[in-house]
């Protein structure tokens, strides 16, 4: 079953910029790339959506190339309680489920 | 705190139990989801209801039964769970969406129940 593809973790410092790329080259053409995330002992919790070039909101930006094969998940200055898994979803092929359908998400750790 | 809210919090039970576990939401959503985690995994899909009727079943084992009684219930009946079952399970919801736009909207998570099976 195709998946997306994100980075396994990443590790930043307080008031950094976190990027998170994720691919999804054979993307369905009318479905979005939405983007969580979750705490341990949480449920995933969703961040933002999108479906081509940027879109922002109050905690974080998506950039979406022309092409849509890959998207670049933005966090400005995190604060270590941004410590967590965010997990890109985008369907891959054209089943319904695979949109349904968690990659297996990036781990990010905050420090001091 | 969630919108999706979900019951019990925490359950343990024997192979030989028969449990439910509980969804409820009040967001007018007509699509509802069951995913199962395990530790330091992504959640998966196992059931979809849309409009009060079972859309998806990812090829879940008998023992998995899910119900959906109304556009708010979601319920998951358990019988003769193995130890390997014994996992995080998440309820979701979302507005469905029609046509090529199924199932695009952002799903709204409840923060589970964590199942062990003894």
């Known amino acids: 079953l195709a998946k997306t593809t994100q980075p396994i973790s990443m590790d930043s410092y307080e008031g950094q910029e976190v990027n998170i790329t994720c691919s999804h080259n054979n993307i369905a053409t009318n479905d979005y790339i939405t983007w969580y995330q979750q705490f341990p002992s949480q449920g995933p919790r969703f961040i933002i959506q999108?479906?081509?070039t940027k879109v922002t909101n109050e905690v974080a930006s998506l950039f979406i190339p022309a092409d849509r094969k890959s998207s670049t998940l933005s966090l400005p200055r995190v604060s270590l309680s941004d410590t967590a898994v965010y997990y890109c979803l985008a369907t891959v092929d054209k089943a319904a489920g695979n949109k349904l359908t968690f990659g297996g998400g990036t781990r990010v750790l905050v420090k001091p | 705190d969630t919108e999706v809210t979900q019951t019990p919090k925490h359950l343990v039970m024997g192979m030989t139990n028969k449990k439910s576990l509980k969804c409820e939401q009040h967001m007018g959503h007509r699509a509802m989801y069951w995913y199962k985690q395990k530790a330091k995994k992504p959640p998966e899909l196992m059931f979809v209801y849309s409009y009060e009727k079972l859309s998806i079943n990812e090829s879940v084992p008998s023992r998995f039964s899910p119900e959906c009684p109304n556009s708010s219930l979601l319920n998951l009946h358990l019988h003769a769970l193995q130890p390997e079952d014994s996992a995080l399970y998440l309820c979701?919801?979302?507005?469905?969406?029609?046509?090529?736009?199924?199932?695009?909207?952002?799903?709204?998570f409840g923060n589970g129940t964590r199942l062990t099976v003894t």
């Open positions: 999108g479906y081509k």
């Open positions: 979701a919801s979302s507005p469905p969406g029609t046509g090529p736009s199924s199932y695009n909207s952002p799903l709204h």
